[in-house]
C-alpha cells in the first residue's frame, strides 16, 4: 500500500487548479501553480542528491516557501525535518547532526543562525537560503527548474516529518510523524470538527481560507492548518508574524473562515482598544489548543466578538489532535471534547494502572494519530508507552460521557506542603477576575512547604490592582493551600513562536531572584 501526503497538492490540483491556495498579503497561488511549484522543488532536491528517506531541514516562517518546500520533500519521499525559527545557531546545529539532515533549506533573515548551525553540522551537505532575491535565492532556482513529475510511493508508515519537542526533559527529542499520522489527523478537521455531523457533513473545499497565524514547523500549524486546507481545495492565508490587529485585518480582507490559535492570541484580541473593529463575520469555527483555555476567556471571546471557540487537547508526538470539542456538540466548560474518531484515551494511576471515570490521572492515549517514536532514542520511545498506550505527561480526568479534562502538565505541578496544585486551576480563577490580561502561576522554592505557588500577573490597561485583590478573588475559589502567597506584576509575559507562556524562564528568573 502507497501513501504520500503530497498527493493531496495532486488532487486538489487537478480538482480545482483556478481556485485560490496560498495567499500572503495581495500574492495569491493556485492550487495548480502550488502543485506545479512542489514538483519543480522535488526535482531541485533530487537534482542536488536528495533521495528517498533523506532527511531535509526547513527553518522558515510562515510564508508561501514554507508549503512549497515541505510538500517537495514528501513528494520525493524524503523526510521533511521542521524546525523552530528562534532555534540558535548551536540548536540549529544540533537538529541537523541528530537527524541526519542532509541540507538545510533556511529564510535569509534567519542566516547568522542558518550558517553558523550549518558550519557546526559535518553531516549537512547543502544550504539554500529562501527570501533574499538574488541569483542564488532558492525561489528563484525553483522556477527555473523542470518539474519532476513523479510522485515516492511512500507507505503509511514511512516517516513524513521530524518535529523537535520543546525540551523541557533536557535535549529535544525527534519526534517521527508518519505520512499516515498526519493524513489522518488532518482529515479529522474537515470531516468531523466543523460540520454539524451527521446531520451534514462540510469539507473545507474552495471557499474557505484557514489563517496560518499558528507557526507552521509545529505540528497544530501543520496539520490544522495548512494540510487541513489544502486537502480539499481550502486555500491557507499566512501570517508571518503574529499581531493580533494584523490577524483581524486579515480575516476582514480575505474572509478568513477558519482559525485556530494558542490562548495568549485570544488573550491579545480581548486586551484590543475598543475602537478596532473588525468584520469576523466570515469565520466559521474558531479553535484553540497549546495550553488549556481558561473557561472565562471563552465567554468572554463569545460576549465580546460573538466567537464560540472549540478547545482541543494534543501533543507533537500525536499529530498532534487527540481529542476536541465540535460544532455539533454542546461545549462544557474546561473541557477539550471527547476523543476523535480511531483514537482511544484513558487516565491511570502512578503505577499504570487504569482509573474509574472521573479520577484524575496522567491521560494515555493510542491510535492512528501518536507517533511512530523518537528518532534514534528507542529507550525513550519504550519509557513513553505503557502497554501500548502513550503516556502524554498531562493530568487530567474523563467524564463518564467521554468528554476530556486537562488539568496541567504533569511536570509543572507545584507540590506544596505535601498538597497537589495544578498551576492551570489556579490560572484559571485568576482570569476570572475582570482586570487580568494575562497570568502565568509557577512553583518556587519554598523552606518550608517546599514549593509555593507564585502568580505572576499583567492587568488590563487602565486598571490598579495589588496583590491583596489577587490573593482575595483565590481565596473565595480556591482551597486555602492552592491560593498563591506570591503575586508579582508584569507588563507582559515571555513567550515562544507558538505563544506558549515561557514558564521554565518565569521559574529561572523567579528562583535566582529569590536567591539572592
Not at 559535518?122 to 527548474?145: F, H, I, P, R, Y
Not at 474546561?334 to 484515551?345: C, F, H, K, L, T
Not at 499583567?458 to 490573593?471: C, E, F, K, W
Request: glycine residues 8%.
Amino acid at each position: 500500500m502507497s501513501l504520500n501526503l503530497a498527493f493531496m497538492l495532486d488532487q486538489s490540483g487537478q480538482a480545482f487548479p483556478e481556485q485560490t491556495a496560498l495567499i500572503i498579503d495581495d500574492f495569491r497561488i493556485t492550487h495548480e501553480q502550488l502543485q506545479r511549484a512542489s514538483k519543480r522543488m522535488a526535482a531541485l532536491l533530487k537534482a542536488k542528491g536528495i533521495a528517498r528517506g533523506d532527511k531535509v531541514a526547513i527553518l522558515l516562517p510562515n510564508v508561501p516557501q514554507f508549503t512549497i518546500a515541505y510538500f517537495g520533500i514528501l513528494r520525493l519521499g524524503a523526510v521533511a525535518v521542521t524546525l523552530n525559527v528562534l532555534s540558535a545557531g548551536d540548536e540549529v546545529s544540533y537538529y541537523l547532526e541528530d537527524s541526519d539532515a542532509k541540507m538545510l533549506i533556511a529564510w535569509h533573515d534567519f542566516a547568522p543562525a542558518a550558517t553558523a548551525g550549518f558550519n557546526a553540522a559535518d553531516s549537512c551537505k547543502g544550504l539554500l537560503m529562501v527570501g533574499g532575491g538574488d541569483a542564488e535565492d532558492l525561489t528563484n532556482q525553483v522556477l527555473a527548474t523542470e518539474p519532476w513529475e513523479d510522485l515516492a510511493p511512500t507507505t503509511p508508515d514511512d516517516t513524513a516529518v521530524i518535529i523537535y519537542t520543546s525540551g523541557t526533559t533536557g535535549r529535544s527529542k525527534g519526534v517521527e510523524l508518519t505520512h499516515f499520522n498526519l493524513y489522518s489527523n488532518a482529515q479529522y478537521m474537515p470531516l468531523w470538527l466543523q460540520s454539524s455531523y451527521p446531520e451534514k457533513m462540510e469539507l473545507l473545499g474552495p471557499g474557505n481560507v484557514t489563517l496560518a497565524a499558528l507557526p507552521l514547523f509545529h505540528s497544530f500549524g501543520q496539520t490544522c492548518m495548512q494540510n487541513s486546507a489544502l486537502m480539499y481545495g481550502g486555500a491557507i492565508c499566512y501570517l508571518p508574524r503574529w499581531d493580533a490587529c494584523a490577524a483581524m485585518e486579515a480575516i476582514e480582507k480575505h474572509k478568513i473562515t477558519i482559525f485556530a490559535g494558542v490562548p495568549t492570541m485570544y488573550m491579545s484580541w480581548l486586551a484590543m482598544d475598543a475602537n478596532n473593529q473588525y468584520d469576523l463575520s466570515s469565520l466559521r469555527a474558531t479553535m484553540s489548543g497549546g495550553a488549556p483555555l481558561p473557561w472565562a476567556i471563552h465567554e468572554q471571546m463569545k460576549a465580546k466578538f460573538g466567537l464560540t471557540v472549540l478547545q482541543g487537547f494534543g501533543l507533537t508526538e500525536t499529530s498532534p489532535v487527540c481529542c476536541f470539542s465540535q460544532l455539533s456538540a454542546p461545549i462544557l466548560p474546561n473541557s477539550s471534547g471527547r476523543p476523535i474518531w480511531g483514537v482511544e484515551m484513558r487516565v491511570v494511576d502512578e503505577n499504570g494502572q487504569f482509573v474509574e471515570r472521573g479520577t484524575e490521572g496522567e491521560i494515555v492515549v493510542r491510535g492512528h494519530c501518536v507517533m511512530k517514536g523518537y528518532y534514534k532514542k528507542p529507550e525513550a520511545t519504550a519509557e513513553a508507552f505503557i502497554d501500548g498506550w502513550f503516556r502524554t505527561g498531562d493530568i487530567g480526568k474523563i467524564d463518564a460521557e467521554g468528554n476530556v479534562f486537562v488539568i496541567d502538565r504533569k511536570k509543572e505541578m507545584v507540590l506544596r506542603g505535601g498538597f497537589n496544585v495544578y498551576p492551570a486551576e489556579v490560572e484559571r480563577v485568576i482570569f476570572e477576575h475582570p482586570d487580568i490580561q494575562e497570568v502565568a502561576v509557577i512553583g518556587v522554592p519554598d523552606e518550608y512547604f517546599g514549593e509555593e505557588v507564585m502568580a505572576i500577573v499583567v492587568g488590563r490597561p487602565g486598571t490598579r490592582l495589588s496583590a491583596d485583590d489577587i490573593v482575595a478573588h483565590c481565596k473565595e475559589h480556591l482551597a486555602a493551600y492552592k491560593y498563591p502567597r506570591i503575586v508579582e506584576f508584569r507588563e507582559a509575559l515571555p513567550k515562544g513562536p507558538t505563544g506558549k507562556v515561557l514558564k521554565k524562564q518565569l521559574v529561572a528568573e523567579a528562583k535566582a531572584k529569590r536567591a539572592s
